[in-house]
């Protein structure tokens, strides 16, 4: 999997154009619900989240095939059976250091203003998504587990984190790449940006796309499930049992953990630059 493959494509003009399909899209969207007098729901969401995600598919496929780029270099070798181990302890260190990452923030926000807290965590934990019928689940399930992976994946490791890595490096790579992956799910969810940086690692020690897909796939099914859950119960969390000095003690301890098992990658990952490299 070459890492230099976008080092002389602009890629800029791909993503403008998909956020324009975005923004015409979701407007679209709108006056269609409001003409028919449908009513936003949660239904509508998942579709429209569905055919979004196709198109942006279509649109970088498009991309790549033009710039005359096979599939088998754009995805690389499918990795060794040892990445299978390492995706779900990937994911749990991920959520362990997001965890954290949150508590610290918790913490902090509570210190400084109290009454924001709620609104921090009512951001943070997302409401459940509530569907109608099993069509429109399975229409989410397809649309979360199955495709996201496939097409986010395909965009912003196996576009945007490889542009980024030609232009600036690896560390800053794998951090602006999960910056904007972050951005573009327009949420205050810190998972997504821990998320980004675990995918960006996968993709660049296996040099393959394919732990990435599985990591992004094991999530969005955990959360899936997650979210059917508290979708059929009224289930609350209160913000005053998140506050104390415990949980700055646990968010540090937890955040620690996380940044030696950042470190250690990392370093893993600039070994094999150099050797990919002599």
Known sequence: MDFNLFKNIKTRYLFIAMTAVTIISSIALVFIEAALRLGFSNDYAEVYSLIVTLAWFVMALVFVRKKNISMKSFLGKFPKKSFVLEVPLTWIITYIGALGAILILYFMVFKLTPNLLSSVQSNVEEQPTILSNNIFVVISFLGTVVAAPIVEEFIFRGILFRRLYSKFGIIIGILLSSLIFFLLHFTINFIIFFLGMALAILTYKYKSLVPAICLHALNNCITFFIERAKSSSNATTSSDS?????????????????????????????????LSEE
């Open 242 to 274: 998140l506050v104390s000095t415990a949980t700055l003690i646990v968010g540090i301890i937890f955040f620690i953990m996380y940044l030696v098992f950042l470190i250690l990658n990392l370093r893993k990952c600039y070994k094999i630059k150099v």
